[in-house]
């Protein structure tokens, strides 16, 4: 069956700092992979999106992931981070049928 | 486009009375998508529809529960009855194609008392 994982369910980082979010999948095909963040009381915004081509994807915001299909792994990455991303940040598969199968989310802190 | 648009945005109900929740989907759009999220479940899939067509409702937690999407431009949720547990944040998706991402809406917070 199809499923996401996102090892780390809380990171913190210092503003400026570098971030990488990890996220597993578990999918028999070519995966349609999805990164979403959600602001608190908000709803779910899209930030980046892989089906195919280049592997390194980039996004809004200056979010990039890449997809590594010998890990199975989608990790979302920023160079530097800003206080205003702290969030929930959501990975996500396009599974059968095209319903899309979230991990259960990491949640970002940033330090002043 | 206004996106997809939930309402109401806050439900307090007391348990036992029936809760309505609904969704326009962005127009064009033909995949409707029903989600719920909680602290210890996360995001849940409850149903979704094609064409206005049920696909999938295998997420929908029990009969108490159940969705109709009359038209392109709109679907509700209903819980008849309610019940504490069902307490939760339900959103609403929808989507052309499948590469094109999911565009979901601010979601209903809804309290059962």
């Known amino acids: 069956a199809q499923s996401v994982t996102q090892p780390d369910i809380h990171i913190t980082v210092s503003e400026g700092a570098s971030l990488e979010l990890r996220c597993n999948y578990s999918?028999?095909?070519?995966?349609?992979l999805f990164w979403y963040v959600q602001s608190p009381g908000q709803g779910l915004q899209l930030l980046l999106k892989?089906?195919?081509?280049?592997?390194l994807v980039q996004g809004i915001k200056g979010f990039e992931a890449e997809f590594k299909r010998s890990q199975s792994s989608f990790n979302l990455r920023k160079p530097s981070v800003h206080w205003s991303e702290a969030a929930e940040y959501f990975c996500?598969?396009?599974?059968?049928?095209?319903?899309?199968?979230f991990g259960q989310g990491t949640e970002l802190s940033v330090k002043p | 486009d206004a996106g997809v648009i939930q309402s109401p945005r806050h439900e307090v109900t007391e348990m036992g009375q029936e809760v309505t929740l609904r969704c326009k989907p962005i127009?064009?759009?033909?995949?409707l998508f029903w989600y719920r999220q909680t602290m210890m479940r996360g995001l849940e899939l409850l149903i979704y529809?094609?064409?206005?067509?049920?696909?999938?409702d295998s997420g929908m937690p029990e009969d108490r529960f159940s969705a109709k999407m009359p038209n392109a431009s709109f679907s509700t949720l209903k819980i008849q009855p309610s019940e504490p547990r069902d307490s939760a944040v339900y959103f609403c998706?929808?989507?052309?194609?499948?590469?094109?991402?999911?565009?979901f809406g601010s979601g209903t917070r809804l309290t059962v008392v």
């Open positions: 998706a929808s989507r052309y194609n499948t590469g094109d991402g999911y565009t």
């Open positions: 999918y028999g095909a070519t995966p349609y």
């Open positions: 892989y089906f195919s081509g280049d592997t």
């Open positions: 996500a598969v396009a599974a059968s049928g095209g319903k899309l199968i």
């Open positions: 127009s064009g759009h033909d995949y």
């Open positions: 529809f094609n064409n206005n067509v049920p696909i999938d």
